[in-house]
């Protein structure tokens, strides 16, 4: 096997027309459609089904292509690696992370560790808390930073930052005004919030803020990021409940404040392999230091 047969497979696969394929690899039809064939035979197994109308996966041609990309993926990596040692640059460190972060510091931690270790490579990639968790037992991350979750036992994990929740407001808001929002008053308003399954922990942990306030918020609006929550708060389209961290992120039509009561907490968690002494992964929580109380908000008006 070898990995432009592969190369191959996924570009049909995905395309799931030999033409389309044909081109983006750029070879003539003809030789994919050869290629694919040999493959075939050499495994010994039926990966597209063809007629003259439309191209399938097989079941053995669907479990072949999420493999068949991870060892690209590999192999990418490995190239990557040979070619940064032959100019002294060996280290490799590939970070999942949930949107949040950007607001915690870890674009500035990304730099300073760079500066201090020129000689190794950051990868950052976005990702939730479940695809955090399978990135690391399937080796394509070293470290991440997620919200809670269910982790198994090859997952450990080490709270980094806890943060009380902001009610963020329009700048025009009746209660944009006050020091401190009590809940309750926001009972009657529409609330903009993640969808369950995006993330679940903010989701429920949100909706159990508001249980404790008395009422069942109205989610009018869901937005899968942070940003687009703020945004939509700067248009009036509701209010929301975000972590102190997006304090800072605002324009000037929005307002961040504390809430009178605050039982529950945003926490980001520190995720990495058990048992698994990663210097790399290990040292770069500390250029993330000082931000572990961040409860950074907008400074409210004076009465």
Known sequence: MELKQLRYFVAVAEEL????????LFISQPALSFDIRKFEEQLGVQL???TNKAVALTNAGNVLLEEAR?????????RRIAARSAHGLAGRLRIGFVNSMLYRGLPEAVRRFEADHPAVEVVLREMNTAEQVQALQRLQIDLGFAHWGRFPAEVQTEVLFSEPFLCCLPEGHRLARRRRIELGTLAREPFILFPRSVSPHYHDQIIATCVEAGFSPQIRHEARLWQTVVTMVEFGM??????AALGATGGGRVVFRPLASNPYESQVLRLVRSGEANALAQGFAHYLGGRKENRAAATPPRA
């Open 17 to 24: 027309h030999f033409g389309r394929a044909a081109r983006r």
């Open 238 to 243: 509701g209010v929301a409940l975000v972590p």
């Open 48 to 50: 597209l089904e063809r």
């Open 70 to 78: 991870r060892l690209l993926e590999q192999a990418d990596e490995v």
